[in-house]
């Protein structure tokens, strides 16, 4: 606890004279002391965050040597590298359009849908253990249930007669990989589109019904465009919790599967590639798109707060 | 309305068949480590297992850290910003976004290429792997804090103690931190939840962590991974309901969003 000893230390003198005068030269000087409480907080974030994230910033336009290049960023038009962002993208998309709709169906049900209030406290605190249920002991469950020799796959034979595998179907190819990814993307949709939903005010159905509106005019014309931002935000969120998702499919595939965490933790652990500019351009790439969805994120949380208070 | 009842149960029971059919498939898979019976052979292997416990302990140790340094850090830290900067709020609150945009896997890179070798190799010691662990948790911790003390009338609260002549040590010890028991209590288990089983950052790290530890059990062995998982699972049901129960009165939705362990 030494922030805080520290600051306790400097909070009495400080503390003299409470309250902020603008203008004030001595209240400005204040002012500008009481910024350096947050010093040690953004010294650690600088040497553990900002800076790696740095340092990799820069070692994608070096090479070798250290000299500047733009190479490693042409590289990551290589088929092969393009091949992992097209795919690590369609896994992406596709759980979190999936767990989306799923998501945002269980929501509504649970909040305006009619069903008793208790079930909506349960589905929270579910959804708040489903949410953090992740990582290798996901994968393992999803072995255990539709792997090769998982009970589902075996009940489905035994009752049905269908052979999930010989249908095309494989748990450590794309769709199962998505499938599971989908487990943790439900639950994570149902946090945060919930307060957009119980934001949706009874007033304006019970207006939009009195003026003669349909169910179906209301949903298009009040329901959909007052949420749309909301859902949106909770879809750009989904994908980029996919995006940068590891453990779940290194666990699943053994690290088989060509996606791009998987492609820069085989290069960390310098297992392929052997050229580490390249690896850096990977994560070069990977925050990109990963600032461009907070980004957006951040945009349409703005645009849907105007409705939702 | 009551046509559309129908139509929300078959949402709910379609989601709780999503949840809850991997789980019971798991279960039943981990019970099948005997031939023909159902059997708890798998549990009984992994807890009999020397690396099992090793493994976990050195997961538990190194969230225990993770947790001492993170409050250490973002308690005075969100304290401080409530009471003398609220102006910096909305810097810090970005802050809490960058763990999203650099995930784990990124972090652990920029990390090992940053501190592998001089001036600072650090990449031996396990200080790396808690810095790390610190800021993947962040923002579960700040965001406990930060509700725990808008739930509470924080200046008001100050003013009274201070009127009655606390100083800030007193003011800390016996107001503030009170207070503030059920947002630390969670910030803490889900810490804890999220630390003991992280597979990135120990992986790429070296660090022989339970994470590493399960990873490697499901390429060897056929049954006991599944029992792994249910004891996971067991452990954050634990953790996070129990903040959940703790926190129902609070009304804290913020506490479950994540993606820490993905």
Request: with cysteine.
């Given at each position: 606890m030494t922030a805080l000893a520290e600051r306790e230390a400097a909070g009495p003198a400080r503390e003299s004279e409470p309250g902020p005068r603008a203008g004030h030269p001595r209240a400005d000087v204040k002012r500008s002391l009481s910024w350096l409480g947050l010093v040690p907080f953004f010294l650690f974030a600088f040497a553990?965050m900002l800076?790696?994230?740095?340092?990799?910033?820069?070692?994608?336009?070096?090479?070798?040597?250290?000299?500047?290049?733009?190479?490693?960023?042409?590289?990551?038009?290589?088929?092969?590298?393009?091949?992992?962002?097209?795919?690590?993208?369609?896994?992406?998309?596709?759980?979190?359009?999936?767990?989306?709709?799923?998501?945002?169906?269980?929501?509504?049900?649970?909040?305006?849908?009619?069903?008793?209030?208790?079930?909506?406290?349960?589905?929270?605190?579910?959804?708040?253990?489903?949410?953090?249920?992740?990582?290798?002991?996901?994968?393992?469950?999803?072995?255990?249930?539709?792997?090769?020799?998982?009970?589902?796959?075996?009940?489905?034979?035994?009752?049905?007669?269908?052979?999930?595998?010989?249908?095309?179907?494989?748990?450590?190819?794309?769709?199962?990989?998505?499938?599971?990814?989908?487990?943790?993307?439900?639950?994570?949709?149902?946090?945060?589109?919930?307060p957009?939903?119980?934001?949706?005010?009874?007033?304006?159905?019970?207006?939009?019904?009195?003026?003669?509106?349909?169910?179906?005019?209301?949903?298009?014309?009040?329901?959909?465009?007052?949420?749309?931002?909301?859902?949106?935000?909770?879809?750009?969120?989904?994908?980029?919790?996919?995006?940068?998702?590891?453990?779940?499919?290194?666990?699943?595939?053994?690290?088989?599967?060509?996606?791009?965490?998987?492609?820069?933790?085989?290069?960390?652990?310098?297992?392929?590639?052997?050229?580490?500019?390249?690896?850096?351009?990977?994560?070069?790439?990977?925050?990109?798109?990963?600032?461009?969805?907070?980004?957006?994120?951040s945009?349409?949380q703005k645009?849907?707060s105007r409705?939702v208070k | 309305?009551?046509?559309?009842?129908?139509?929300?149960?078959?949402?709910?029971?379609?989601?709780?068949?999503?949840?809850?059919?991997?789980?019971?498939?798991?279960?039943?898979?981990?019970?099948?480590?005997?031939?023909?019976?159902?059997?708890?052979?798998?549990?009984?292997?992994?807890?009999?297992?020397?690396?099992?416990?090793?493994?976990?302990?050195?997961?538990?140790?190194?969230?225990?850290?993770?947790?001492?340094a993170g409050l250490a850090l973002i308690v005075p830290t969100t304290i401080w910003l409530h009471l003398k900067v609220p102006k910096a709020r909305p810097v810090v609150e970005i802050f809490t976004l960058l763990?999203?945009?650099?995930?784990?896997?990124?972090?652990?890179?920029?990390?090992?290429?940053?501190?592998?070798?001089?001036?600072?190799?650090?990449?031996?010691?396990?200080?790396?792997?808690?810095?790390?662990?610190v800021?993947?948790?962040f923002p579960y911790i700040y965001r406990s804090v930060d509700a725990g003390l808008r739930a509470m009338d924080l200046r008001g609260l100050t003013e009274a103690a201070q009127s009655l002549g606390a100083g800030w040590l007193a003011l800390m010890l016996r107001v503030v931190l009170p207070n503030l028991r059920t947002a630390l209590l969670s910030a803490?288990?889900?810490?804890?939840?999220?630390?003991?089983?992280?597979?990135?950052?120990?992986?790429?790290?070296?660090?022989?962590?339970?994470?590493?530890?399960?990873?490697?059990?499901?390429?060897?062995?056929?049954?006991?991974?599944?029992?792994?998982?249910?004891?996971?699972?067991?452990?954050?049901?634990?953790?996070?309901?129990?903040?959940?129960?703790?926190t129902?009165s609070g009304r804290d939705k913020a506490s479950?969003?994540?993606?820490?362990?993905?």
């Amino acid at each position: 606890m030494t922030a805080l000893a520290e600051r306790e230390a400097a909070g009495p003198a400080r503390e003299s004279e409470p309250g902020p005068r603008a203008g004030h030269p001595r209240a400005d000087v204040k002012r500008s002391l009481s910024w350096l409480g947050l010093v040690p907080f953004f010294l650690f974030a600088f040497a553990f965050m900002l800076l790696p994230a740095s340092s990799i910033l820069v070692g994608s336009f070096q090479d070798a040597e250290g000299a500047f290049t733009l190479a490693n960023l042409a590289n990551l038009f290589r088929p092969s590298i393009l091949n992992s962002y097209i795919v690590t993208i369609k896994v992406s998309a596709t759980t979190a359009l999936l767990g989306g709709l799923l998501g945002f169906l269980i929501a509504y049900a649970i909040t305006l849908g009619g069903l008793p209030k208790p079930l909506k406290s349960f589905m929270s605190t579910f959804s708040g253990v489903a949410s953090n249920f992740a990582g290798v002991p996901l994968a393992f469950a999803f072995i255990a249930t539709l792997g090769r020799m998982g009970v589902l796959t075996v009940f489905l034979r035994t009752a049905f007669g269908i052979e999930l595998y010989d249908a095309g179907f494989n748990l450590y190819s794309f769709w199962g990989l998505s499938l599971t990814y989908t487990y943790f993307q439900i639950p994570l949709m149902i946090l945060i589109i919930e307060p957009a939903l119980e934001g949706m005010k009874r007033e304006w159905r019970e207006a939009a019904e009195n003026l003669g509106a349909t169910s179906l005019q209301y949903w298009l014309k009040v329901g959909l465009p007052v949420l749309m931002p909301a859902f949106l935000a909770a879809f750009i969120l989904l994908f980029g919790n996919a995006f940068g998702a590891y453990a779940t499919a290194y666990a699943l595939t053994g690290g088989l599967i060509n996606l791009v965490t998987i492609l820069i933790g085989a290069q960390v652990k310098g297992n392929v590639l052997h050229d580490p500019n390249l690896g850096y351009a990977l994560a070069l790439g990977m925050i990109i798109i990963m600032t461009a969805c907070i980004l957006a994120y951040s945009w349409l949380q703005k645009l849907s707060s105007r409705w939702v208070k | 309305m009551k046509r559309k009842t129908g139509l929300s149960w078959l949402w709910l029971l379609l989601g709780i068949a999503y949840f809850f059919i991997p789980l019971a498939a798991t279960f039943l898979f981990s019970l099948r480590g005997k031939k023909g019976v159902f059997s708890f052979v798998a549990y009984a292997n992994v807890f009999a297992d020397p690396l099992f416990l090793k493994t976990f302990g050195f997961s538990l140790r190194m969230a225990i850290l993770t947790v001492a340094a993170g409050l250490a850090l973002i308690v005075p830290t969100t304290i401080w910003l409530h009471l003398k900067v609220p102006k910096a709020r909305p810097v810090v609150e970005i802050f809490t976004l960058l763990p999203f945009v650099i995930p784990p896997i990124i972090l652990a890179y920029g990390l090992i290429r940053l501190y592998a070798k001089p001036p600072i190799a650090l990449v031996q010691s396990p200080v790396l792997l808690v810095a790390g662990y610190v800021i993947i948790s962040f923002p579960y911790i700040y965001r406990s804090v930060d509700a725990g003390l808008r739930a509470m009338d924080l200046r008001g609260l100050t003013e009274a103690a201070q009127s009655l002549g606390a100083g800030w040590l007193a003011l800390m010890l016996r107001v503030v931190l009170p207070n503030l028991r059920t947002a630390l209590l969670s910030a803490t288990f889900l810490t804890l939840a999220i630390v003991i089983g992280e597979l990135t950052l120990a992986n790429l790290l070296a660090w022989p962590a339970f994470g590493p530890y399960m990873a490697q059990m499901g390429r060897n062995r056929a049954y006991e991974p599944a029992a792994l998982s249910i004891i996971s699972f067991g452990l954050t049901w634990g953790a996070i309901g129990l903040i959940q129960a703790l926190t129902r009165s609070g009304r804290d939705k913020a506490s479950g969003i994540g993606a820490g362990a993905h």
